[in-house]
T-cell receptor, first 112, second 112 residues
Framework: SQKIEQNSEALNIQEGKTATLTCNYT??????LQWYRQDPGRGPVFLLL?????KEKRKERLKVTFDTTLKQSLFHITASQPADSATYLC???????????FGGGTRLMVKP | GAGVSQSPSNKVTEKGKDVELRCDPI?????LYWYRQRLGQGLEFLIY????????KSGLPSDRFSAERTGESVSTLTIQRTQQEDSAVYLCASSLYREKLFFGSGTQLSVL
């Protein structure tokens, strides 16, 4: 069956360090992968999209990689700040499908 | 409006009652999605509307769940004969292109 796995345990890091979150998937052939940020009591907010033919995408302090051989995406936040503390969700989309399928999310805690 | 608006923000109901949740998408967005998020979980796809095409209802968990959308405007999600297992946050999202979703803040449904 199709699965999207994100580490369900919270990731705790020190301010200024690089946070790395992982998204693994099985039995998918996604055309693109997205990352969203979700704060408590709010809906997810779009951060980045990376397509299957792209290896890496950057936006300010954010970097996403997409390895279709390993079936994995890594999401990096460099020079992390306490304000980056949130839950981060990955989502897969396929061209022929209608829905965007989400992973369970990983909670990031950045300590000052 | 500037963003996706959902109402009510909170809904407490008794088991067996019907509830109706409303979503106002961003003006001009042709696609509209409903997701369910149980406490501490990821997003579970419910239903997708795209313009005047037949909706993708593949995620609706039972025939107690239904949704409507009038053209490219407001959508309502109806849950009949609510059960305690229906307690969750119901998130609506809209998009201009399928790839980037804009979410509302959700409706927190509590079934007593």
């Amino acid at each position: 069956s199709q699965k999207i796995e994100q580490n369900s345990e919270a990731l705790n890091i020190q301010e200024g360090k690089t946070a790395t979150l992982t998204c693994n998937y099985t039995n998918y052939s996604p055309a693109y992968l997205q990352w969203y940020r979700q704060d408590p009591g709010r809906g997810p907010v779009f951060l980045l999209l990376i397509r299957e033919n792209e290896k890496e995408k950057r936006k300010e302090r954010l970097k996403v990689t997409f390895d279709t051989t390993l079936k994995q995406s890594l999401f990096h936040i460099t020079a992390s700040q306490p304000a980056d503390s949130a839950t981060y969700l990955c989502a897969l989309g396929i061209n022929a499908g209608n829905m965007l399928t989400f992973g369970g999310g990983t909670r990031l805690m950045v300590k000052p | 409006g500037a963003g996706v608006s959902q109402s009510p923000s909170n809904k407490v109901t008794e088991k067996g009652k019907d509830v109706e949740l409303r979503c106002d998408p961003i003006s001009g967005h042709t696609a509209l999605y409903w997701y369910r998020q149980r406490l501490g979980q990821g997003l579970e796809f419910l239903i997708y509307f795209q313009g005047n095409s037949a909706p993708d209802k593949s995620g609706l968990p039972s025939d107690r769940f239904s949704a409507e959308r009038t053209g490219e405007s407001v959508s309502t999600l109806t849950i009949q004969r609510t059960q305690q297992e229906d307690s969750a946050v119901y998130l609506c999202a809209s998009s201009l292109y399928r790839e980037k979703l804009f979410f509302g803040s959700g409706t927190q449904l509590s079934v007593l």
